[in-house]
């Protein structure tokens, strides 16, 4: 059983940061699958944010290149989201996710595992 757990949203004032944090349990985590990152607002589509694969090969939606950084630390099992200068439009819950064995290709993908999601306000 796949168990991914967010954490580390908040509430913050425009031009502030915050770092997520995914905890992945309970499968034969690798370092090596495809990770990432949605989000949510509401009344919106939900949009992929970050990815990241195999090789460590990062990709980044439009809105977010420049601000937010993903990583991984294959020790911890656990993904993170460096989220800088933020805005009010990255209000909205954000959801971490995994794909076991799969290594590459990750970004714009149907991933089939997620955590509950953690929320981030951004206030102007």
């Known amino acids: 059983q796949v168990n991914l757990v967010e954490s580390g949203g908040g509430s913050v004032q425009a031009g502030g940061s915050l770092r997520l944090s995914c905890a992945a349990s309970?499968?034969?985590?690798?370092?090596?699958?495809?990770m990432g990152w949605f989000r949510q607002a509401p009344g919106k589509e939900r949009e992929q944010v970050a990815a990241i694969d195999y090789d460590g090969n990062t990709s980044y939606g439009d809105s977010v290149r420049g601000r937010f950084t993903i990583s991984k630390d294959k020790a911890k099992k656990t993904l993170y989201l460096q989220m800088n200068n933020l805005k009010p439009e990255d209000t909205a819950m954000y959801y971490c996710?995994?794909?076991?064995?799969?290594?590459?290709?990750?970004?714009?993908?149907?991933?089939?595992?997620w955590g509950q999601g953690t929320q981030v306000t951004v206030s102007s």
């Open positions: 309970g499968y034969s985590y690798s370092a090596s699958d495809c």
């Open positions: 996710t995994t794909q076991p064995d799969r290594r590459f290709g990750c970004w714009k993908y149907d991933y089939n595992y």
